[in-house]
């Protein structure tokens, strides 16, 4: 099983952020909306984007990965079910339930299942596409939708939920009229997929605000050519980073207005921050800060994805940071791992209390999930010693080359079969 070893000591650097993981899965899925062919670039090797080509193949398109470009050729779709090995391959596969049932009408695939983050449900996704006209049997864990058509219609969801927002305009682009969904996400992932529908002559308004509008259209669609937004929960997980090992990074290719919370939280803990068009800067000298109480909430608010890399700075902030966790139920699974290396935090139910400590030692630590395991990165840039980091495979799906990257910012890091 490979491990990262990684020495702590203080960073000096540029990178360039990556395609966002979490806007090109759903991109992915909606190429199954046109019969043409599509160009996704600025595409990283991720594991997640490897499973979504094979959910492609399986369902009869061609699909190609080479060099940051994905292409997929979507003419001959040729099946609607997903088999459940490849759904759990990608906790996030449901995204593709909506592109299936709008493609070819009906859609068979197996629930995919709770994670590290909690159960996961996908009730939202299931009531909205059944208020399209879709009609859903459930037995077990195995899903079946038929819809011979899609009709649209006004959804509210209770929760702004980024997956069924996602889903719901990709099959709304098959809906006969204009499908309405209110308290949408406003994720920049939505707007980026609007962007690409777009694209592809589909009629679609809102995305990034609460509510987004989507007139049927989908005998007009054709393939097109997407470059794929920055990621910028990686921007931060980099720039969180530097603000624990000490010195400075610029990632380039990054929006600074997607990281607005995360700058403003990196910024109290002592940070020097300065962004361009473009780019990020982070530099960090005098001893880090407390931060005033983080709460993760749903786009433009604090992103639950970036907790942990900054829990793992504030555990060695001189004073105390209480970190609550509004979005899943299980986020805290790093915390465990962050104590064996001398962190001291407290957790109560949603909240963690973080008391700074004046030092974190190398350790050997594992990866529970994505994020998880990119705080345990984090963390050991700001250790004394080695920390060796196992079970990569999480940290696999979310960032691509993370060793070249750390090395360019002057880390030694070694990746060890
Ligand atoms: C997306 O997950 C991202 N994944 C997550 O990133 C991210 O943390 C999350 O949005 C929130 O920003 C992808 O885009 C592939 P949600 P998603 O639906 O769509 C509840 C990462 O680390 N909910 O907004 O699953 C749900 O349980 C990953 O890159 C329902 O109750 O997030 C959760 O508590 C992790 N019913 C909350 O909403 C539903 O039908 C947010 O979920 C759907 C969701």
């Known amino acids: 099983m490979p491990v990262l070893n990684i020495t702590g000591g203080p960073v000096s650097g540029t990178i360039r952020a990556h395609g966002a993981k979490?806007?090109?899965?759903?991109?992915?899925?909606?190429?199954?909306l046109n019969r043409d062919v599509s160009v996704?670039?600025?595409?990283?090797?991720?594991?997640?984007v490897r499973s979504s080509l094979k959910i492609l193949r399986h369902l009869g398109c061609k699909a190609e990965y080479a060099d940051g470009t994905v292409t997929v050729d979507s003419s001959g779709v040729t099946r609607a079910d997903i088999p459940e090995a490849l759904m759990r391959e990608m906790r996030s596969s449901v995204i593709f339930l909506g592109a299936v049932l709008a493609r070819t009408g009906r859609a068979d695939m197996s629930r995919p299942g709770g994670c590290e983050l909690g159960t996961r449900p996908i009730d939202l996704h299931l009531a909205a596409l059944k208020s399209m006209g879709a009609e859903l049997s459930e037995n077990g864990s195995d899903i079946s939708?038929?819809?011979?058509?899609?009709?649209?219609t006004e959804i509210i969801l209770s929760f702004p939920s980024v997956g069924a927002t996602e889903n719901i305009m990709i099959a709304a682009c098959a809906a006969d009229g204009v499908t309405t969904v209110k308290n949408?996400?406003?994720?920049?992932?939505i707007e980026d997929l609007q962007a690409y529908l777009r694209a592809m002559g589909a009629d679609v308004t809102g995305g990034g605000t609460s509510t987004v509008c989507i007139n049927g259209c989908m005998d007009k669609l054709r393939g097109a050519e997407h470059r794929v937004m920055p990621d910028r929960i990686e921007t931060a997980t980099y720039l969180c980073a530097a603000a624990m090992a000490g010195g400075r990074v610029t990632v380039e290719d990054a929006v600074p207005e997607h990281n607005s919370a995360v700058l403003s939280a990196l910024s109290e803990a002592g940070?020097?921050?300065?962004?361009?068009r473009g780019a990020i800067s982070l530099k960090r000298y005098k001893p880090l800060r407390p931060v005033r109480p983080v709460r993760t909430m749903p786009y433009p608010g604090f992103p639950t994805d970036a907790q942990s890399p900054l829990m793992s700075v504030c555990t060695r902030a001189g004073g105390v940071t209480v970190f609550t966790e509004n979005i899943f139920e299980s986020r805290f699974r790093h915390v465990g791992e962050l104590a064996r290396m001398g962190a001291d935090i407290r957790i109560e139910g949603r909240v963690a209390v973080v008391f700074g400590?004046?030092?974190l030692y190398g350790a050997r630590v594992k990866c529970e999930d994505l994020r998880g395991g990119a705080a345990l990165v984090v963390a050991a840039l700001g250790t004394e010693g080695v920390t060796t980091i196992s079970h990569l495979t999480h940290i696999d799906r979310g960032y691509a080359n993370l060793t070249e990257n750390l090395t360019a910012l002057g880390v030694n890091i070694t990746r060890t079969p």
């Not at 979490?22 to 199954?32: D, Q, R, V, Y």
């Not at 996704?40 to 997640?48: E, S, V």
């Not at 949408?184 to 992932?189: C, L, Q, S, V």
């Not at 940070?271 to 361009?276: L, M, V």
């Open 145 to 152: 939708c038929r819809a011979s058509r899609l009709t649209g």
């Open 357 to 359: 400590v004046n030092k």
């Open 40 to 48: 996704i670039t600025n595409c990283p090797d991720l594991a997640d």
């Open 271 to 276: 940070c020097e921050i300065s962004a361009r």
């Open 22 to 32: 979490n806007s090109i899965l759903p991109i992915l899925a909606a190429t199954l």
């Open 184 to 189: 949408a996400a406003r994720e920049p992932e």
